[in-house]
């Protein structure tokens, strides 16, 4: 019996890790974007900081039915310019992290995302 309490008791001393946020709820300081794409299906951008600056690094995509992000580039439109690959990774099969954000001047951007079945989403963000 004492043995199995300080079993239980080194369990909930262990601290519980999460290697990826993917949820698109909001925690209050984040900007939540919603689109469609191209062919119809909801998506939600989610990008940890409000407002949006330089220093954001990642974004959490969730879609709705679920769909494979396979690519995500990074856009200026108003200087013709993108910026750094980014990598993608797909967390669950409705969730994916875009990493490697690089804004590199302030302003508006495109993220433009291509899934499976070559169905695209772009959402415009402003860099502050």
Not at 35 to 51: D, H, S
Not at 85 to 92: A, F, G, K, M
Not at 97 to 112: C, D, H, P, T, Y
């Amino acid at each position: 019996m004492f043995l199995n309490k300080i079993i239980l008791l080194f369990l909930f001393s262990i601290p519980s890790f999460s290697f990826a946020d993917c949820s698109c709820k909001s925690s209050g300081s984040d900007t939540i974007i919603e689109t469609q794409t191209e062919l119809g299906k909801r998506i939600i951008v989610r990008l940890p900081a409000n407002p949006v600056t330089q220093k954001t690094r990642e974004a959490t995509i969730c879609s709705i039915p679920n769909l494979k992000l396979l690519e995500a580039k990074l856009w200026m439109p108003a200087h013709g310019h993108g910026s750094a690959p980014t990598s993608v990774t797909q967390e669950n099969s409705d969730c994916a992290v875009i990493k490697k954000l690089s804004f590199v001047m302030l302003g508006k951007w495109e993220i433009a995302m291509l899934f499976e079945d070559d169905d695209k989403a772009t959402v415009e963000v402003e860099i502050q």
